[in-house]
C-alpha cells in the first residue's frame, strides 16, 4: 500500500506528467505486487525486501524512470535507444510512457542485481 506522501507526490503532478506517472506506477504494481511504494530521496519508490528497485519522478518538461542502480541502464544499452539515458535514470516524454516490455525489462534486471525474482 504506498505511502500517503506517495499519493500527495502524484496528486502535486500537472498533466501530462500526473497521467503518464500514474501508467507506469500501475504497471510497477502489477510486476511488483509484493513492493513497499515509499517516497524515497523525494521520489515514489518501489522497494523489495527493504531495497529500492523503481523509482519515478516528474520534472517540468519531462518525467524519470530511476532504475535504483548505475548499471542497470547500461545492461539494457539497445533496448533504450531512443530515450536520454544516464547510469541512475531514463527520461520519459512527459506525455508518452515506457512501453511494458520495457518496464518489465529494467525491473527484471534490478531484480536480479539484488538476487531476486517476480
Known sequence: ???DEVEAYFAAQPEPQRTTLLVMRTTLARLL???EQVLSYGVPTFKVAGKGVAGLAGYA???GYLPMSGT???GLGERLAGYAVT???VRVPADQPLPEALLVALVDARLAEL???R
Open 33 to 35: 505486487p509484493e513492493a
Open 1 to 3: 500500500m504506498p505511502s
Open 115 to 117: 538476487g531476486l525474482t
Open 87 to 89: 547510469k541512475g535514470s
Open 72 to 74: 542497470v541502464t547500461a
Open 61 to 63: 518538461k519531462h518525467c
